[in-house]
């Protein structure tokens, strides 16, 4: 079950705690570069088995476009098709506010991951986002 939550709301701390697990544990990334100045600008998303927090993303408005953050799964979860579903309920929440198209810098190690979600790369070469090589990719959505 996947649900949404501004920063104002409890559901925000799971995406929060499932985050600091997978970025600033397991990936070392500074915890202060992790959370941002964007949190209370973002939709919250985090997928749950039962009621215990299992993934998390964040989506917000640049530009006119959605753009696409924070993607995780936590690692003992990973496998199951778990990150697509919760692309897809990014993805139909940005449909349902009339989003043109979806942004992301993904790292390259799930580049594949989101090409076979219909995301295209749009940077000619990769780069450097938290000392991890990305590649900036993009997605336009059909209007529902």
Do not use: W
Request: glycine share 4%; charged share 30%; hydrophobic share 35%.
């Amino acid at each position: 079950m996947i649900k949404t939550f501004t920063t104002s709301e409890q559901g925000y701390q799971d995406a929060l705690a499932v985050r600091r697990d997978v970025f600033v544990r397991e990936q070392q990334i500074d915890e202060k570069e992790e959370i941002d100045n964007n949190e209370d600008v973002s939709l919250h998303f985090v997928l749950y088995d039962e009621d215990k927090p299992i993934g998390a993303a964040r989506l917000r408005e640049v530009n006119g476009e959605g753009k696409v953050e924070r993607v995780c799964i936590l690692s003992s979860h990973r496998k199951k098709g778990l990150g697509e579903e919760l692309m897809n309920a990014m993805e139909t929440a940005a449909i349902k506010r009339s989003l043109p198209s979806l942004i992301l810098y993904a790292q390259t190690q799930a580049e594949d991951f989101y090409k076979k979600l219909g995301y295209l790369t749009t940077s000619k070469e990769p780069f450097l986002d938290a000392n991890i090589p990305h590649v900036a990719m993009k997605k336009a959505l059909k209007s529902s």
